[in-house]
T-cell receptor, first 110, second 114 residues
Framework: DAKTTQPTSMDCAEGRAANLPCNHS???????VYWYRQIHSQGPQYIIH???NNETNEMASLIITEDRKSSTLILPHATLRDTAVYYC???????????FGGGTRLMVKP | DAGITQSPRHKVTETGTPVTLRCHQT?????MYWYRQDPGHGLRLIHY???????DKGEVSDGYSVSRSKTEDFLLTLESATSSQTSVYFC?????????????FGSGTQLSVL
């Protein structure tokens, strides 16, 4: 079973905040939550990651619940260029590699 | 953007021919990876390298080999291409591995095997 659950798709109005949820109820105590995105025809792009505390960088903010069972990626002012598939990742395979699941397809609309 | 260059960007080849894809990095990162991406399967790891001449298999390594003779270059070879290897191939690099790593990806190579 997948270790993270994300909505298949979401829409957001340009200029508004995009809030992308992710459930990871079976996360282990030392597992980080990573967010990547993939714009059409490009390679995945690292956005942000965190363990327990909320994190912010120039691209986004990551809010992790106190019990660490879910998190939200926030794009504060979404633009059309933020249209992409967003991956929330906690799982690693047998070789300790991050495992990319299906992600959320975010469509930013004018 | 991380200095990762994949070549070629697009390639069409015939079944049974050998194909080599190249990944070149200018970041001096120790770890390099080859992934393939197919509809319905997401990103799957083919092979990775943890140093010059040090490589290991990923989850879908059958039919692929790799080589890393220099820190900056990681080559993926399909010895005898098959139609099932039609895919988009991504190279990635990371400075470290483990729970706090960050992956940086190249722009991809679209490979079509006819």
């Amino acid at each position: 079973d997948a270790k993270t659950t994300q909505p298949t798709s979401m829409d957001c109005a340009e200029g508004r905040a995009a809030n992308l949820p992710c459930n990871h109820s079976t996360i282990s105590g030392n597992e980080y939550v990573y967010w990547y995105r993939q714009i059409h025809s490009q390679g995945p792009q690292y956005i942000i990651h965190g363990l327990k505390n909320n994190e912010t960088n120039e691209m986004a903010s990551l809010i992790i619940t106190e019990d660490r069972k879910s998190s939200t990626l926030i794009l504060p002012h979404a633009t059309l260029r933020d249209t992409a598939v967003y991956y929330c990742i906690t799982e690693r395979n047998a070789g300790n590699m991050l495992t990319f699941g299906g992600g959320t397809r975010l469509m930013v609309k004018p | 953007d991380a200095g990762i260059t994949q070549s070629p960007r697009h390639k069409v080849t015939e079944t049974g021919t050998p194909v080599t894809l190249r990944c070149h990095q200018t970041e001096n990162h120790r770890y390099m990876y080859w992934y393939r991406q197919d509809p319905g399967h997401g990103l799957r790891l083919i092979h990775y390298s943890y140093g010059v001449k040090d490589t290991d298999k990923g989850e879908v390594s059958d039919g692929y080999s790799v080589s890393r003779s220099k820190t900056e270059d990681f080559l993926l070879t399909l010895e005898s291409a098959t139609s099932s290897q039609t895919s988009v191939y991504f190279c990635a690099i990371s400075e470290s591995r483990g729970l706090n790593e960050k992956l940086f990806f190249g722009s991809g190579t679209q490979l079509s095997v006819l």
